[in-house]
């Protein structure tokens, strides 16, 4: 993806700089660790990078909201988001790394913890382990209605996360099925989020839509690495108009309801727009 890759600390802090600079909202951080295991244990491990790289943001640039990513597709060896028990994801055992992970980036000093790893009862889980930590303060922003979509591909390449056997179908949603993506938001709002995000973007503008109508909390959508992609190669090709495309989507998911979008064009779109 044009004009990103993967960022050591002292690369991070200078792009942070920069999105403070141009009024940003914040960032949103996925953690790459050097070792991967079956236990996913650097997602949770105090000396993590996430762990680091947000005490480091907190640090050299305060007032940027900083985001954590709670999955663990990352850090494990075989690229599933939890423990994985007689070849499929064991959502109970995968609920404690969640716990345990949200926990330590809560420690780290994340303004919001956003878990995305669709597993059944991890906004509860989560939420009883913070605030026994002392962290009820801290909000929960759920990837409430997240589907398991081809437009991640171009994200899994660059984070190294791609599932070395199966896919995650069995834990993130059919893009067929919209009327679930209600349900969830409700079950994970009952659970204790603070706010809700649908993933992909454009490819469900209608379940944005639907959510905004129900439900009176913070809506985000992410407009992922698979939408970014084909926009900016169809613009590399002279398909199409970059910056015109670019605003185009954007404001398709304003207009769809979302309150706020987490985007790979952010710095270009905020260079823009002034």
Not at 35 to 63: C, F, H, L, N
Not at 157 to 180: H, I, K, L, V
Not at 185 to 211: F, H, S, T
């Amino acid at each position: 993806m044009p004009g990103h890759a993967q960022l050591s600390i002292d690369q991070l802090l200078r792009e942070c700089e920069q999105c403070r600079s141009l009024g940003l909202g914040g960032v949103i951080l996925f953690g790459i660790p050097e070792r991967k295991d079956e236990m996913a244990s650097e997602a949770y491990a105090a000396e993590g990078i996430t762990q680091r790289a947000i005490r480091a943001i907190k640090r050299e640039v305060p007032g940027l909201l900083v985001i954590t990513d709670v999955c663990h597709c990352e850090y494990t060896s075989h690229g599933h988001c939890g423990f994985v028990k007689n070849g499929d994801v064991d959502n109970d055992t995968t609920l404690k790394w969640l716990a345990k992970t949200a926990v330590s980036h809560a420690r780290a000093g994340a303004d919001i913890l956003a878990p995305s790893d669709m597993m059944d009862g991890r906004v509860a889980a989560i939420r009883a382990a913070i605030d026994e930590a002392g962290f009820s303060n801290t909000p929960i922003l759920s990837y409430a209605a997240k589907y398991a979509s081809v437009f991640y591909s171009p994200f899994r390449e660059a984070a190294e996360s791609t599932p070395q056997f199966g896919d995650r179908r069995s834990y993130q949603m059919d893009p067929a099925n919209g009327r679930e993506a209600l349900r969830e938001i409700a079950l994970d709002l009952e659970e204790g989020a603070d706010m809700v995000m649908v993933k992909p973007a454009m490819p469900y503008l209608d379940v944005i839509r639907q959510a905004r109508d129900a439900f009176d909390v913070p809506l985000g959508a992410y407009q992922v690495s698979g939408e970014f992609s084909m926009i900016v190669a169809a613009a590399g090709n002279g398909w199409l108009d970059l910056e015109r495309a670019m605003v185009e989507s954007l404001t398709s998911i304003r207009r769809a309801g979302a309150d706020f979008t987490l985007t790979y064009f952010a710095k270009d779109a905020a260079q823009l727009l002034g």
